[in-house]
């Protein structure tokens, strides 16, 4: 059981059927595209995802906001390129509506020059309305950690976020990471409140954990993360669960819960929705070739439902 949840009602990633939703311009290791945010409004599926390519053709270019047809189609409503946000890369994005109405996009973004991440925000009264014009950091990390990828929640006990966190005390190896836990009181100035899911050492996550999910049950929380071993395995990071409260979580089992087939194994960046009616979860997945597209999975069983909002 997990927070009152037998491991068979929770909505783990099979890969086997799932439905691809975007696939990347090119082929091969590099070409990717994922890392999605998610949420449900009015019985409407909306992401932000990016694009990227190889790391020597320019990494992460361009996050999209779309909207998903009831047939599996994408259309997309606007998009953001890294250069408008000054960065040498974006990576996932958290797509959230406020308390106002107002729809809010968080880019994480590679500080030019450096290895250091940070996140800025977009304010725009409808989801095709991003500009660039008025954005603002609101998780700047320091000279010590950069922050990125951050999972985000709105509703009403306010606002909680999970954010990946990478030390630059060693520029060879800033791929380590771990999840703090922060709160706002407006989704602007964010307190940190410490690690919420750190590595641990001789596991199979034991050079990163990065939380990309939250499922809420009472007080307890359920959790998805991607996890590795090595610094080999950075971009290829597999699925992992974790449990306790949203300060701090603990890794459930001595391996990952999903994964893709080898020779390349990402099943990374799991978003969990509902739509009232069947639990829905999209991740970026490997494939054959080395690229990585985004796919989604149905799960008829209610499970732990999430709400309104970022709540992945």
């Excluded at 800025?120 to 990828?149: N, Q």
């Excluded at 100035?189 to 999910?213: H, I, N």
């Excluded at 990402?266 to 978003?271: E, P």
Aim: proline share 8%; charged share 25%.
């Amino acid at each position: 059981m997990i927070a009152g949840l037998p491991l068979t009602d929770l909505p783990i990633p099979r890969h086997a059927g799932a439905e691809t939703i975007a696939v990347p311009a090119d082929r091969g290791p590099g070409h990717w595209v994922g890392a999605a945010s998610v949420l449900v409004l009015d019985g409407v599926h909306y992401l932000a995802y990016r694009s990227r390519r190889p790391v020597d053709d320019g990494r992460g270019g361009d996050v999209i906001v779309a909207r998903l047809g009831s047939d599996g189609s994408l259309t997309e409503l606007c998009r953001i390129d890294k250069a408008a946000m000054d960065a040498e890369s974006l990576e996932r994005p958290a797509l959230v509506v406020d308390g106002a109405g107002s729809w809010r996009l968080y880019l994480s973004c590679a500080t030019t020059g450096t290895r250091h991440w940070r996140v800025e925000m977009l304010r725009a009264p409808a989801p095709d309305a991003f500009v660039t014009a008025g954005r603002r950091v609101v998780m700047p990390g320091d000279a010590h950690v950069g922050v990125k990828d951050p999972v985000i929640i709105c509703d009403e006990p306010g606002w909680r976020a999970w954010i990946c966190c990478h030390p630059l005390d060693d520029p060879n190896a800033t791929d380590r990471m771990w999840t703090e836990f922060a709160t706002s009181r407006d989704g602007i100035d964010w307190t940190m409140r410490g690690p919420a899911l750190q590595p641990t050492p001789g596991r199979w996550d034991r050079r990163g954990t990065r939380v990309t999910a939250i499922i809420e049950r009472g007080d307890a929380v359920i959790a998805f993360y991607d996890g590795r071993a090595t610094a080999a395995e950075n971009w290829e990071e597999r699925t992992g669960i974790a449990t306790g409260r949203p300060h701090n979580l603990e890794a459930v089992g001595d391996a990952p819960v999903a994964q893709a087939p080898q020779p390349y194994p990402a099943l990374r960046y799991a978003a969990v929705v509902d739509d009232g009616h069947r639990t829905a979860v999209y991740y970026e997945a490997g494939c054959e070739d080395g690229s990585h597209e985004l796919r989604r999975e149905w799960f008829e069983r209610p499970g732990a439902r999430p709400g309104r909002g970022d709540r992945e």
